[in-house]
């Protein structure tokens, strides 16, 4: 079982929404937003160098009945757009802030082509007969109660207006970045008792290494090696075919 350490689960994840309420809402709503609408001061949250962090809602909602919970480095453009514009929308329709929340979460989860092979790995090692679901496709669909994905870094982080990917600052030799991110996987991961931990890429798995060596994760539940899902990686074939007995082994006694 997931250790929670004393202290972990009572600190409370702060949520940013309704200080950016009014800026989401005054985005346009007939056109796709671009970063001349969100990559902007309205929502800046720090600048540090070459860094720049802005806020997106996605990353506020966390689900405390997933199963299984994937982590990314830090969302990229193409979910921080999603996320607004389904932010948006549950807004305009005046739902709840969880609500707003969740809406931005469920739409914006590692959109486009990383979804895709992440589900076909998944796929490949029978998760989803663990899980007793009809295929991995659907914890993005009807069964989303069982997923809770999430980044290390929980806000987009950018540089130049392009993705951070880790380095140039490395992430785990800058203090700030990387007490950053051990400080909020400390946090979000103590919110749940049971969890099967999928790192998507070293960076990742160095961050949450240093959570379990605080106490505050059990390393077994996590599927360290895991090949990150990006289409620009191009080893990710061969590195899923060397480590898919272990992965199996690990999802088995997790699950």
Avoid at 68 to 73: D, P, Q, S
Avoid at 87 to 94: M, P, V, Y
Avoid at 111 to 127: D, H, T
Avoid at 151 to 163: D, H, Q, W
Wanted: hydrophobic share 40%; glycine share 8%.
């Amino acid at each position: 079982m997931l250790r929670k350490k004393a202290g972990v689960k009572s600190l409370p994840m702060e949520i940013y929404l309704n200080k950016y309420k009014k800026a989401i809402r005054a985005l346009p709503s007939d056109t796709e937003l671009t970063k001349q609408d969100l990559l902007v001061d309205d929502f800046l949250l720090a600048r540090e160098g070459k860094l720049e962090t802005y806020y997106a809602p996605h990353n506020e909602f966390i689900n405390r009945r997933a199963k299984v919970v994937i982590v990314g480095l830090t969302p990229g453009w193409t979910q921080m757009r999603v996320a607004f514009q389904a932010a948006k929308r549950a807004l305009d329709e005046g739902l709840s802030d969880e609500e707003v929340g969740k809406r931005a979460k469920e739409s914006a989860s590692f959109a486009g082509s990383m979804r895709v092979n992440l589900v076909s790995m998944l796929q490949a090692l029978g998760l989803h007969q663990l899980l007793d679901i009809p295929s991995c496709e659907s914890l993005f669909a009807e069964h989303r109660s069982l997923l809770h994905t999430t980044s290390v870094l929980r806000f987009p982080v950018f540089v130049g207006g392009r993705n951070y990917s880790g380095s140039q600052p490395n992430l785990l030799t800058t203090a700030s970045l990387r007490e950053s991110a051990v400080a909020h996987m400390s946090r979000e991961l103590g919110s749940f008792e049971r969890i099967l931990v999928i790192p998507l890429g070293k960076t990742v798995e160095g961050v949450l290494k240093l959570v379990v060596q605080a106490g505050n994760l059990d390393e077994w539940y996590c599927l360290w090696g895991f090949p990150h899902p990006s289409g620009a990686n191009g080893h990710r074939h061969q590195q899923f075919a060397a480590l898919q007995d272990e992965f199996r082994a690990r999802l088995k006694a997790a699950l």
